[in-house]
């Protein structure tokens, strides 16, 4: 694990969107396409915005979503939408977006639609909660065990979370750790003392956790103050 840290949020999202443009070039040019994942939320969006400006070869690139709350693209919720609006644009458009919340109102339907539109990702960009979630991998949700699961030929899982807003899809532990490269942006003191609590021990209640104890996949940490 490597650890990056930045006075700044825009320096962390220009240094994390070089990094992740490298890791998808060299995919690129070693197999022909590509597959990133990367998150929602606000925290990304100048991470995004940055990336749909990275000189790659759009039209090889497939980007999917790390997780997604069901709900349609035209809600403020929607990840699918912020993909969109702050990545998809300009050359970036020629892209092919694979969204999960294809039945917004049936988690069964989309779960059943994402599952068999999955592809694996090359290059996943993580998030971290507060309370040290990271997808849609929730403590005390009522799927995490499933989520967790090793060794797993699950992907992608429904997951309510037990306080926060809205039904998800979810990417799994197991396809977390299938991916070539891994990269989790943080931000704040808040969330670097859950992050430095997580490295200490694999433990349910920081999902976050069990992906920093498996060393056998590349994961950066990018990290402002």
Same mark, same amino acid.
């Given at each position: 694990m490597?650890?990056?840290e930045?006075?700044s949020?825009p320096?962390?999202?220009?240094?994390?969107?070089?990094?992740?443009?490298?890791?998808?070039?060299?995919?690129?040019?070693?197999?022909?396409?590509?597959?990133?994942?990367?998150?929602?939320?606000?925290?990304?969006?100048?991470?995004?915005?940055?990336?749909?400006?990275s000189?790659?070869?759009?039209?090889?690139?497939?980007?999917?979503?790390?997780?997604?709350?069901?709900?349609?693209?035209?809600?403020?919720?929607?990840? /699918?939408?912020?993909? +969109?609006?702050?990545?998809?644009?300009g @050359?970036?458009? %020629?892209?092919?977006? &694979?969204? =999960? !919340? #294809?039945?917004?109102?049936?988690?069964?339907?989309s779960?059943a639609?994402?599952?068999?539109?999955?592809?694996?990702?090359?290059?996943t960009v993580l998030?971290?909660?507060?309370?040290?979630?990271t997808?849609?991998l929730?403590?005390?949700a009522?799927?995490?065990?499933?989520?967790?699961?090793?060794?797993?030929?699950?992907?992608?899982i429904?997951?309510?979370?037990?306080? /926060?807003?809205?039904? +998800?899809?979810?990417?799994?532990?197991? @396809?977390?750790? %299938?991916?070539?490269? &891994?990269? =989790? !942006? #943080?931000?704040?003191?808040?969330?670097?003392?859950?992050?430095?609590?997580?490295?200490?021990?694999?433990?349910?209640?920081?999902?976050?956790?069990?992906?920093?104890?498996?060393?056998e996949?590349?994961?950066?940490v990018?990290?402002?103050?």
């Amino acid at each position: 694990m490597q650890w990056f840290e930045f006075d700044s949020a825009p320096a962390a999202a220009a240094a994390l969107a070089e990094a992740v443009s490298s890791a998808l070039a060299t995919v690129i040019r070693e197999r022909g396409e590509a597959v990133l994942a990367v998150s929602g939320g606000r925290s990304p969006v100048a991470f995004l915005q940055r990336l749909a400006q990275s000189d790659l070869d759009w039209s090889r690139l497939t980007v999917t979503l790390v997780d997604e709350r069901l709900v349609p693209e035209d809600h403020a919720d929607s990840n /699918a939408a912020l993909v +969109r609006q702050h990545l998809l644009t300009g @050359a970036a458009s %020629a892209a092919r977006f &694979l969204p =999960l !919340a #294809i039945v917004p109102a049936d988690a069964t339907a989309s779960l059943a639609a994402a599952r068999a539109a999955y592809r694996q990702p090359d290059v996943t960009v993580l998030g971290m909660g507060d309370d040290g979630h990271t997808a849609s991998l929730f403590p005390d949700a009522a799927e995490l065990a499933a989520g967790l699961a090793l060794p797993s030929d699950e992907r992608l899982i429904a997951v309510t979370p037990p306080a /926060a807003p809205h039904q +998800r899809l979810s990417m799994t532990l197991a @396809a977390l750790l %299938a991916s070539g490269r &891994l990269f =989790l !942006a #943080i931000q704040g003191e808040t969330k670097r003392r859950v992050f430095e609590q997580a490295r200490q021990a694999v433990d349910d209640a920081l999902p976050i956790s069990h992906v920093l104890h498996h060393t056998e996949v590349p994961l950066d940490v990018y990290w402002a103050s």
